[in-house]
């Protein structure tokens, strides 16, 4: 297989990193104050809508200077819904029976948290499930699988998921241990590989937003 034909790893690199740092101003200069500043349903319209803008659009300026030949699925292809990928459905029933039998188990029933709120269902239930796939699965794991093989290339795009969540611990999230942040990257690293692994064999990126949504809203609908 010629350069041609695939995404360099200095230029994927590049554009992973310059979109961490992008996210870590964005988190700083527009998320921090719009949380001291904003309350209720404003604030949640502005950071879902500051989501939106920036990671679709990241998706959508890697996807254009990437040409057909270096993604393994093309971008048209993966919208589409994969009404017949027998997994998918499997996988989300396994993760809502762990997470609501998790749930119970600790709470000795299931019980809404006393800090979930409606505004909660447009940033964890719709948002970030559909950006963050898009970014992830939808550009980086579909260049790395015609790079190398699809466990090198879903632990690479799992482990770069998980960091992306680092701006936010920094910043918008309340100050947590060091056990906390270990804890909640192997669980991010974990998804990711997950979420990969339903890009891959499905060739759409459904499967893993639906089970990317259902998992946000599950967590802090109950956690």
Same mark, same amino acid.
């Given at each position: 297989m010629t350069a041609t034909h695939t995404v360099s790893s200095r230029r994927?690199?590049? =554009? !992973?990193? #310059?979109? *961490?740092? &992008?996210? !870590?101003?964005?988190?700083i200069g527009l998320n921090q104050p719009i949380q001291r500043h904003f309350t209720g349903w404003s604030q949640e319209i502005?950071?879902? &809508?500051?989501?939106?803008?920036?990671? &679709?659009?990241?998706?959508? *300026? !890697?996807?254009? =200077?990437?040409?057909? =030949? =270096?993604?393994t699925v093309p971008n048209s292809q993966q919208w589409r819904v994969a009404w017949r990928f027998t997994a998918g459905y499997l996988v989300f029933g396994a993760v809502v029976v762990y997470l609501l039998f998790q749930f119970w188990l600790a709470h000795h029933g299931l019980r809404i948290a006393h800090g979930f709120i409606l505004e909660y269902w447009g940033r964890y239930f719709l948002v970030v499930g559909i950006t963050e796939e898009f970014v992830f699965r939808g550009y980086f794991l579909n260049v790395l699988l015609?790079?190398?093989?699809?466990?090198?290339?879903n632990i690479l795009q799992a482990i770069a998921f998980a960091s992306l969540h680092i701006p936010?611990?920094?910043?918008?999230?309340?100050?947590? #241990?060091l056990?906390?942040?270990?804890g909640n990257l192997i669980s991010v690293f974990a998804l990711g590989l &997950? !979420?990969? *692994?339903?890009y891959a064999r499905s060739h759409s990126l459904w499967p893993g937003i639906v089970t990317h949504m259902t998992w946000d809203i599950l967590v802090t609908l109950f956690a």
């Open positions: 994927l690199v590049a =554009q !992973f990193i #310059s979109f *961490w740092l &992008l996210w !870590f101003i964005v988190q502005l950071l879902d &809508l500051i989501k939106l803008i920036v990671w &679709l659009g990241a998706a959508w *300026w !890697f996807l254009h =200077q990437t040409s057909a =030949q =270096q993604l015609k790079k190398t093989s699809l466990t090198t290339a936010r611990y920094l910043t918008t999230v309340p100050a947590m #241990s056990t906390s942040w270990i &997950l !979420f990969g *692994w339903l």
